[in-house]
C-alpha cells in the first residue's frame, strides 16, 4: 500500500490530496480567511447561560454565538475559571500546573447557571466548525495533540487509544507516560505511539508543554474574544493524523510550503525526509497525478464504479442517502444472490472512500442490492467495518436490516466538501452539463459492457457530437487508438451535428442501435 500527499497552492486557498494507490480518498481546502480550525483554542466569554437547555452560547467572534453544553465544560472547569483568572491579572507566572492548588470537580449531572455567569471569560476549543446556519461547536474540556501523544490540561488520567490491541503494549505505554508525565496533565497515548520509545514520547510531551507556555502568555490583558492557540497548519495537522511507513510520497507545488514540510517531516520522522519533494513541471500538479480527473468522476450526484455499476448519492437536511446499483453489470456469477454479494462488496469499498472524500457527516442510510442469505449480509457488513477502519473521524455501523438498509453515523466536524462537476453548455443553452470526462467515462463503460456481449459483432459504430469524436479521435495516441490496443477492434466514431453535447448512440454497420 502507497500513500502520497499532493499540495497545491495558490493565492487564496491551499488544496491536499490524499492518495491509497494512485486512488484519491482525502481532500482538504485550506482557505486563508478561514477562522475557525477545528482544535483552535480561544479565549471566549459567556454571553447568557439556558437553564432549558443546561448549555450556555459564548461569542468567540463569530457571526452566531458558539453552543457550549454542560456536558462539554469538563469536570475540572472552577480550576480552569480560577487559572485564567489568575494569569489574565498577571498574577500567575508559573505555568506548569505543578503548584497550582486544583479545586473540586464540578458535579456531572449540575445546572449550567450553577458553574458559569454572564460575561465570564473561559477557554474554549473548537469541535466543530460552522456548518450551515449554525455557529462552531465548542468544549472547555480542553486537549493539545501532538505526533503520539494528547496532553489534556487540569487532569491526571492516562489512557490508550482503544485501537491498540496488545494488552502488554498498553501496559507498557502506561507505564512509561506516567513516569514521564507532567503534574496536573492528563495523557491520552495515540495509536502512532505503538512501539515507540520514552525517549520520542518524551519529545512529543514537551513540545505540547512548550506550546501550553506560549498559549498561556498570551492570556495577560488578553481581549476576549481572541485566539491564543491555533492549530497547526492544515498539512502539517494531516501529516500529524496520518503519516506512516507507508507513506512514499509528499508533492508540493509552492517552495514556502516545501520548506515547512521537509522541517516537519525531518522532525517526526528524519528518515523519511527525501520524500518530500518540491513539484516544478509545467503541468498543473493536480492533473500531473490524475486528481482532477477524480474529482470530476467522484462528486456529484452519481459515483461509478467497475464494469457498469454505480451509486446515487442524494443529500437531505436530515441525512445522507446511498442507493447501490448494478446498472448493466455482467459478469460470470451463478446467480443474482452472487452477483449482489460481488457489486455490494464493490459498493462497501466505495462508499468508504466517499464518506472520507466528501467528508459527509451524521447519519447515512445506504440501500445495497437485497441479498437473501445471512453469512453474505455478515460477510458485507465486516467489509464495510474493515474498508472504515481507516477513517479517523468517529463512525458507527449498524448491520445490514431485513430490507437490505446499512444506517451510519459519522462525526461531523467541519462542511461537507461540495464540489462542482458540471459545466457550462458549448451548446449556447443556459442548462449546464457534465464534464466532458464524465461522459467519456460512460463511454467506455457502455463500450466495455458492449464487447462482452457482442463479440460476433464485426463493426461497431459510435455516431457523437462533432466536439466528442474530436476529443476521442485526435492526438496521439488518441482515446480510439487505446481502445484498440486494449480490446482488438477498431471503433468507427461518426460525428452528428444534430446531437446535443451529451447524446451518443453505439450502432452496428447496418444502422441498428446496439446500446
Known amino acids: 500500500m ?41 479565549l471566549a466569554k459567556i454571553r447568557k447561560p439556558v437553564t432549558g437547555l443546561n448549555a450556555a452560547f459564548v461569542n468567540v467572534g463569530y457571526e452566531k454565538d458558539a453552543f457550549l453544553h454542560y456536558h462539554d465544560l469538563g469536570p475540572q472547569l472552577a480550576s480552569m475559571l480560577k487559572f485564567i483568572k489568575k494569569a489574565s491579572t498577571g498574577k500567575l507566572k508559573d505555568y506548569s500546573l505543578k503548584n497550582f492548588p486544583f479545586e473540586k470537580d464540578i458535579d456531572k449531572h449540575g445546572s449550567i447557571n450553577q458553574v458559569v455567569k454572564s460575561n465570564q471569560s473561559l477557554l474554549v476549543q473548537i469541535v466543530k466548525e460552522p456548518i450551515s446556519t449554525k455557529g462552531p461547536r465548542i468544549s472547555s474540556e480542553l486537549s493539545l495533540a501532538g505526533r503520539y501523544l494528547v496532553m489534556v490540561p487540569f487532569s491526571d488520567r492516562v489512557s490508550v487509544s482503544q485501537k491498540i490491541e496488545s494488552n502488554q503494549e498498553k501496559e507498557r505505554l502506561k507505564r512509561l507516560v506516567k513516569s514521564i508525565k507532567p503534574k496536573g496533565f492528563g495523557v491520552i497515548i495515540r495509536t502512532v505511539a505503538e512501539g515507540k520509545k520514552v525517549a520520542e514520547l518524551d519529545k512529543d510531551l514537551q513540545n505540547l508543554l512548550d506550546k501550553w507556555t506560549a498559549m498561556c502568555k498570551k492570556l495577560y490583558k488578553a481581549l476576549t474574544p481572541s485566539k491564543v492557540l491555533v492549530e ?19 508533492h508540493v507545488d509552492d517552495e514556502t510550503l516545501y520548506t515547512q514540510l521537509k522541517d516537519y517531516v525531518h522532525e517526526i520522522a528524519p528518515d523519511k525526509e527525501s520524500i518530500v519533494k518540491l513539484y516544478s513541471s509545467p503541468v498543473p500538479i493536480f492533473e500531473k497525478f490524475g486528481i482532477e480527473r477524480q474529482i470530476k468522476t467522484s462528486f456529484g450526484r452519481t459515483a461509478s464504479m467497475s464494469k457498469g455499476a454505480y451509486l446515487v448519492i442524494e443529500h437531505t437536511e436530515a441525512l445522507h442517502v446511498i442507493d447501490v446499483n448494478s446498472g448493466n453489470r455482467s459478469n460470470k456469477a451463478n446467480n443474482q444472490e452472487d452477483t449482489a454479494l460481488e457489486v455490494n462488496m464493490l459498493a462497501a469499498t466505495e462508499i468508504a472512500r466517499q464518506l472520507r472524500l466528501r467528508d459527509m457527516g451524521g447519519i447515512i442510510v445506504v440501500d445495497f442490492i437485497d441479498m437473501v442469505k445471512s453469512d453474505h449480509r455478515r460477510k458485507l457488513f465486516d467489509h464495510l467495518r474493515k474498508e472504515m477502519k481507516d477513517d479517523r473521524a468517529k463512525h458507527k455501523i449498524l448491520p445490514p436490516s431485513k430490507f437490505g438498509l446499512v444506517q451510519i453515523t459519522r462525526q461531523r466536524v467541519r462542511p461537507e466538501i461540495n464540489i462542482k462537476t458540471t459545466e457550462e453548455n458549448p451548446s449556447g443553452s443556459n442548462q449546464e452539463v457534465e464534464a466532458p470526462i464524465v461522459l467519456i467515462e460512460k463511454i467506455n463503460v457502455d463500450l466495455e459492457h458492449l464487447l462482452k456481449n457482442t463479440k460476433k459483432e464485426k463493426g461497431i459504430v459510435l455516431n457523437t457530437h462533432p466536439f466528442i469524436a474530436a476529443y476521442l479521435t485526435k492526438g496521439f495516441p488518441s482515446i480510439r ?31 441498428k442501435e446496439l446500446i
Open 232 to 250: 497547526v497548519n492544515r498539512a502539517s495537522s494531516i501529516l500529524r493524523d496520518v503519516f506512516n511507513d507507508t507513506f512514499t510520497g509528499i
Open 481 to 511: 487508438s487505446k481502445w484498440f490496443l486494449e480490446h482488438k477492434k477498431w471503433i468507427k466514431i461518426q460525428p452528428r451535428d444534430a446531437y446535443t453535447y451529451l447524446e451518443y448512440h453505439f450502432k452496428d454497420k447496418n444502422g
Open 2 to 42: 502507497n500513500r502520497e500527499l499532493i499540495v497545491r497552492s495558490n493565492s487564496v486557498a491551499v488544496d491536499f490530496a490524499l492518495l491509497k494507490d494512485g486512488k484519491l480518498i482525502e481532500l482538504h481546502k485550506d482557505e486563508n480567511d478561514h477562522n475557525f480550525n477545528v482544535g483552535d483554542i480561544l
